[in-house]
Each structure stands twice: as C-alpha cells, then as structure tokens.
C-alpha cells in the first residue's frame, strides 16, 4: 500500500470512473493529486457500459479512448420502440466527431484502463482509506480518516458517489427526489430477431427496457420494475422481455452473467463547490440510466475539474458544469417518464409524436448531438 502524504495539492475522494479520470488527468498536468477510496479493491461489475462521443473526445490527451474502442462493441444506432414498432432510428453517424458512436464498454474495463493509466503516469489509488470528515477553511481543507489518519489538501474533490461524505460535510444541498420504480440490471447472453449494432429503448406501459451489446457476445438488459427481486434471473428478464420487447422475434434469454437493483433518484448538488471544496459525478447529480449518461457527465466534470485547478480557473467550473447535470436530469426524466405516459390514448399520441418527430432529420440529429453529449459547448 502506498505511503499517505500528510499534504497534497488536491486530494480526490472515490475511486470510481470519475475519481480516477481526475486524478489521472491533475498527474498528467504536472499536479501533486492523492486519490482515496474506502473499498479495499476496484468494482468488478458493469453498473455503467455507455461511452459517448463526447467523454471519449475528453479522454484523448489521457491516451486511454483508444484502448476503450479497442475494447468495447461500436453501436451507431439508438432505437425507440413499442414493442415491434420502431417510433424513431437516431443514427450518430456523421456528427461532427471522431467517435461518432455509442461505446458499449463495461464499467469494470473502463475502471481498468483509467487506472492503469493513472499507475503509468506515476499515481496510485488509496485503497481502504474512509473519509470521515473534511473540514475547509480559506487555505484549503482537511480530511479526517476512519484510522486517525489526516490530509492536509489545498483542494478536496468529492467524487465519492450520491451518498457522498465529502458533500455532506462540505454543507451542500442535494436537492430532487427517488423514483417510484426500482431498475433491475441484467448482463445476460440472449438470442433475437433484432439487430446486434443498435441500442433499443423499448416503451411499456408496464415501464421502459433498454437493450444493448456488450463484449463478448452479451447484452446489457435494463428495465424499471415495481418491485423488483436483488438478483434477477434468466426468468425475470425473459420475462420483462417477454412483455415489453418485440412480439415477432421474442428474446431467449440463456443465462444471466450478473445482475443487480437499484433505486435511481434524480438530483442536483445546490452547489459544485464550498470554498476549496469542489463535487464531480454522482456526488454532483444522479438521474435515471435512460440514455447512458451518469459515468459520462461524471467523467466529463473530472476533465474539465482537473484543467480548472491546474490553470488556476476553477472559478468557473460551476458555471460551466452544472448546467450540463441539469439539461442532462431533465432529458432523462422526461424519457424515463414518456416510457409510462398514461393509458392508451397518451400512449398513442406519445407514438404519433415520436413517428412524426423520427421523420425529421434535424430533430434526429439534435437528439444524436444531445445523446452523445456533444451539444456541450466545447
């Protein structure tokens, strides 16, 4: 286990995408950065697999999208569906990018190859070092350890996660609500009649399900369910395809590799930042998976974070992030609310829309922009 410093420039809290995208890019910019975690070891699941257009621009100085793309299934397609009928196609070829895909990537490999990066730069990760309080002041902050062990950091960067401790001492508000549903996600090996380069959102008045590839020969399921079991099985999600997905080419699922529930809440830190203290990631804003944007604006903070603190500029980063957490809770709101939209009759508007919308490619396009997280001012 590497030696804790007893003072460090910027100390970053959590070790998960955001984390160690921030850490790596402060070391590769020269900055004097620790990066703590409570877990004695990496995660090993895929919580998050989409890799958008725009976090893979980010993490081109890094040196790790290639590695990504290597590593990951292309998908330039993003489909909406009701059952067998296709509502809208949002194709990402052609935007203005050198990624002009979806990447369907574990988050387990994205963890991976961030850290051994960060290892090649020269940077470690702190493991089964737990927080337990920052106390700031106008010279920067301290943090307090579960083993009496303290940090003296003229910056503290909370990317620990939605129950972030970093936020809750700092003071900081996080202000929304939990959906009523919980999420079952499901990385199973499955056989159907759609195609395998295309992510498909399927609306059900039971609830939304999202399918897409993933390495290997797998396919990422996720749904929101009433009530749904910790660990689902083949069952449970041969069943929830059986409902929500096609009629004409219905799912076998063959066998589940991992799955998990959860609760989403959509919220929004009040603030990014109290004094020297600054949020990123889930700890900033946390919302519903439609669309695959959580690790994606989480990273995104970290890059922009790290080039802010390194020039000095880190006045500005509020401005510039928060905006992003906002438009990007709202947009997932809405679709993961358009899923459930009342009884036949919304329903049926809701599609008509949706149909009439498809047909025009501006909006097509605007959507591709907003998906890939490309419509972020640059």
Known sequence: MPKLPDTVEVAVVGAGP???ALAASLVDRGKDAVLLDKAAEGANTSR??????????????????GELVERGVIVPT?????????LMRVDFGGLPTAHPYTLMVPQSTTEEVLLRRLRALGGEVHRGREVTAVTGDADGATIRLADGA???????VGADGMHSVVREQAGIGFTGDAYPQSFVLADVHLEWGLPDDEVQLFFSPDGLVVVAPLPGGRHRVVATVDDAPE???????????????????????????WSSRFRVHHRIADHYRAGRIFLAGDAAHVHSPAGGQGMNTGIQ?????????ADGAEDGYEEARRPVAAGVV???????????AGGPAARAVRNTLLT???HNAAVRRGLAMRLSELAVDR
């Open 150 to 156: 303290t940090v003296r950091a003229r910056h503290v």
């Open 48 to 65: 998050a697999a989409v890799v958008h257009a725009r976090t893979l621009e980010v993490l081109e100085p890094l040196k790790v999208a």
């Open 330 to 340: 709202a947009m997932t709101d809405r679709m993961t609310r358009a899923a459930t």
């Open 18 to 20: 955001t984390g160690l």
């Open 301 to 309: 903070d970290a890059v922009d974070l790290a080039r802010r603190l």
């Open 78 to 86: 993003f489909t909406v569906r009701d059952r067998d009928r296709t």
């Open 356 to 358: 009439v919308a498809g």
């Open 231 to 257: 660990h689902p099985d083949a069952a449970d999600v041969r069943d929830l395809l059986g409902a929500r997905g096609p009629r004409a080419t219905p799912a076998r699922v063959h066998d589940v590799v």
